[in-house]
């Protein structure tokens, strides 16, 4: 018995969807058609996880006959609409919760630091407040990162399983936090304006950078979150950061050409945004810490929502070069 057989009768015995196993393996729906048709054989690392699966050994999944074998009532999975099997929904919203954070830790110490410039010394303990919001911002950002990486790796190919009430839900929210995330950091930005007759400028800083770290936060997790149910964007992301090889074994050599161009320019805004905020965090540093008016110091936060916007019409112009090319 050969093993597209074997493979056909352990995925129709479950009833179980070309891309439900493709999602299971970390591979596309077109991966397993051709396996199934015999016109490709997966690797060693995917044969394991194949026999992972289905509970059966190497030896009877490549050379056995399997087209007896008989799943176990639970095994078998119920026609129903698609349904999230690999855990993305839930490896979503926990990376929008640890990212959004880690946006407001990053704001909120240099927030910190500000408050700490005006209890103490103007040059005794500054830095302080600023390191432990980066600290504090990395600690969430990195590991959420390198998690996401590797969801990515074991997980190039999602089956769209939201529903349209799903994204009217996500529509909603988003334009609710949206509203909140702004209005919260105007609204502060205008009360420590009207308090800057009362408290110090140091004071007044910091309430303005605690609004706008708050808000920040909000935002980015609201975005994340809405942005996490386009399926489709999430697949061509993901194969757009393999390699020429890993994308000719996903997507065929016919596509491999026009994803790896999208990857190329990927990379170039990638670089591209990396260059701009490194230059805008330089800004902001000096701006905090070198001998400057204190009407341009308190100032020094703009440095990253205007390199934030540079990246955006970086990443417009990227994608307007990757819709041409298409």
């Not at 996880?49 to 176990?72: E, N, Q, R, Y």
């Not at 990053?106 to 407040?129: K, R, T, W």
């Not at 089956?159 to 839900?169: E, I, K, L, Q």
């Not at 007044?204 to 386009?230: D, K, P, Q, Y």
Request: aromatic share 8%; proline share 4%.
């Amino acid at each position: 018995m050969s093993f597209r057989e074997n493979l056909q009768h352990l995925r129709s015995a479950r009833n179980m969807t070309q891309e439900q196993l493709a999602m299971l393996i970390g591979v596309s729906r077109q991966s397993v058609t051709k396996w199934e048709a015999a016109r490709a054989y997966p690797e060693m690392d995917k044969l394991i996880k194949i026999c992972d699966i289905f509970g059966c050994s190497l030896d009877d999944l490549v050379t056995g006959d399997l087209t007896d074998a008989v799943p176990s009532p639970g095994e078998i999975l119920e026609d129903a609409p698609a349904t999230d099997i690999c855990g993305y929904d839930t490896h979503m919203r926990s990376f929008a919760v640890r990212i959004g954070a880690g946006t407001s830790c990053f704001i909120l110490g240099a927030a910190l630091s500000i408050l700490l410039s005006a209890i103490f010394a103007e040059d005794a303990v500054p830095p302080i407040g600023l390191l432990i919001g980066i600290l504090a911002g990395l600690a969430l950002v990195v590991p959420a990162a390198m998690e996401h990486s590797l969801f990515q790796r074991e997980h190039p190919f999602i089956t769209d399983f939201y529903t349209p009430a799903d994204r009217a839900r996500s529509a909603k929210r988003l334009a609710y936090v949206l509203i909140l995330g702004i209005g919260l950091i105007l609204v502060v930005t205008m009360c420590a304006d009207l308090c800057s007759q009362f408290l110090a400028e140091n004071f007044v800083g910091a309430i303005e950078l605690t609004g706008i770290g708050c808000g920040a936060g909000m935002l980015t997790w609201a975005g994340i979150m809405h942005n996490r149910l386009n399926i489709e964007s999430y697949n061509r992301s993901v194969a757009e950061d393999l390699d020429r090889k890993e994308i000719e074994k996903i997507y065929g050599t016919d596509s491999s050409e026009a994803v790896l161009y999208r990857a190329r320019m990927n990379q170039l805004a990638g670089m591209l945004c990396g260059a701009i905020m490194i230059v805008a965090t330089i800004i902001g540093l000096c701006l905090l810490f070198l001998p400057v008016p204190p009407a341009i110091s308190s100032r020094f936060w703009l440095s990253w929502p205007i390199g934030g916007c540079l990246c955006g019409l970086v990443g417009t112009a990227i994608a307007y070069m990757k819709y041409r090319h298409s």
